[in-house]
């Protein structure tokens, strides 16, 4: 004799395997979360290490900086911008990488100059742009 298949009185036919269907769902819904997750978590690295070297940058600037209001110009002799400028274009020192730094003196004033610190990530594609900080130091007329 043939064995049937048993009905449940309490469950028609058709709502079996609804469980599992909510399980998969649930799974589903899950993983999509954690993924979501990873991507946050790789992007907070990444702004961390922008945000670092944003600092690194400004350190440096101020630097030099240091230097224009030790000497009371803005104008200094390249024995000490050379050595400012090979360090920031060293990324062992400055820990910038592909780091350039230029000090340029604003034209129609005597005491005042703008610095620019440039870096590329090396995370960056060729084809995107170098980050960059740069400040206005302005020296008191004395």
Do not use: C, H
């Not at 290490?49 to 600092?55: C, V």
């Not at 110009?73 to 911008?81: A, D, G, K, M, P």
């Amino acid at each position: 004799m043939p064995m049937r298949a048993r009905r449940s009185p309490s469950r028609p036919l058709r709502q079996r395997g609804v469980a599992l269907i909510e399980v998969l769902v649930s799974i589903l819904l899950f993983s999509v979360a954690i993924l979501g997750l990873i991507g946050l978590q790789a992007q907070a690295i990444a702004l961390s290490l922008e945000a670092d070297y944003r600092s690194r940058a400004s350190l440096l600037a101020d630097e030099i900086v240091g230097q224009m209001w030790l000497y009371k110009t803005v104008s200094l002799s390249s024995t000490i911008t050379t050595p400012w400028t090979t360090k920031v274009a060293t990324s062992t020192a400055s820990q910038l990488p592909n780091g350039s730094g230029t000090i340029t003196p604003v034209s129609g004033t005597t005491n005042a100059a703008d610095i620019v610190i440039t870096w590329k990530a090396p995370s960056r594609s060729a084809t995107d742009s170098a980050s960059s900080f740069s400040t206005r130091v302005t020296l008191p007329s004395l």
